[in-house]
């Protein structure tokens, strides 16, 4: 059985750094690519961007770009999301999710990440 | 804005037949890619719905089917049920991004 399975909620401080992650079983890890997906209270989804752990190619949405950093360790199956310096302007659900040719099969069950003073 | 546009709400009452329709442009939908949706109940995570247009993933009752036709695509539900109330989305690949896109999803109230 394909399983995402993600951190736990965070809460942290504006100016916080944070890395989140996202483990994958139940397939390949190496050979799919893992989507991070952001949706802030009451709104909707926005695709931040992707990795494939294969190789760790990156790519992100110009509205992501330079903003957070996407990596994943294939020796352990994990992807990650990471701030250097978190705003409060971040606070949201984070979802992982599997790409399948253009589409998400497979969601993590999401991270709520809280920046507040 | 989104990329993709989408109605903010949409409503029916049980046993009837909603659309929910989804508008691109010539850069997604009008370039030939295919149309992905999602249903987000209250609380947890999105769920495959439809993918590449009007294709239902194994479990997902024959109720949903998809369809495209130029800049735009449209889901359909029909026979309501109470349990079908939720956020919808639909995604696709911006080109002049380079990379997916959402639309900004639509509540469906059953009443």
């Known amino acids: 059985e394909v399983q995402l399975v993600q951190s736990g909620a965070e809460v942290k401080k504006p100016g916080e750094s944070l890395k989140i992650s996202c483990k994958g079983s139940?397939?390949?890890?190496?050979?799919?690519?893992i989507g991070w997906v952001r949706q802030m209270p009451g709104k909707g989804l926005e695709w931040m961007g992707i990795?494939?752990?294969?190789?760790?190619?990156?790519r992100y949405s110009p509205s992501f770009q330079g903003q957070v950093t996407i990596s994943a360790d294939k020796s352990i199956s994990t992807a990650y999301l990471q701030w250097s310096s978190l705003k409060a302007s971040d606070t949201a659900m984070y979802y992982c999710?599997?790409?399948?040719?253009?589409?998400?099969?497979?969601w993590g069950q999401g991270t709520l990440v809280t920046v507040s003073s | 804005q989104s990329v993709l546009t989408q109605p903010p709400s949409v409503s029916g009452a049980p046993g009837q037949r909603v659309t929910i329709s989804c508008t691109g442009s010539?850069?997604?939908?009008?370039?030939?890619?295919?149309v992905h949706w999602y249903q987000q109940l209250p609380g947890t995570a999105p769920k495959l719905l439809i993918y590449?247009?009007?294709n239902r993933p194994s479990g997902v009752p024959d109720r949903f089917s998809g369809s495209k036709s130029g800049t735009s695509a449209s889901l359909a539900i029909t026979g309501l049920q109470a349990e079908d109330e939720a956020d919808y989305y639909c995604?696709?690949?911006?080109?002049?991004?380079?990379?997916?896109?959402f639309g900004g999803g639509t509540k469906l109230t059953v009443l």
């Open positions: 999710a599997r790409k399948e040719g253009a589409h998400f099969a497979y």
């Open positions: 139940g397939y390949s890890f190496t050979t799919y690519w």
């Open positions: 990795i494939y752990p294969g190789d760790s190619d990156t």
């Open positions: 010539s850069s997604n939908i009008g370039a030939g890619y295919d």
């Open positions: 590449a247009n009007s």
């Open positions: 995604q696709s690949y911006d080109s002049s991004l380079s990379g997916s896109v």
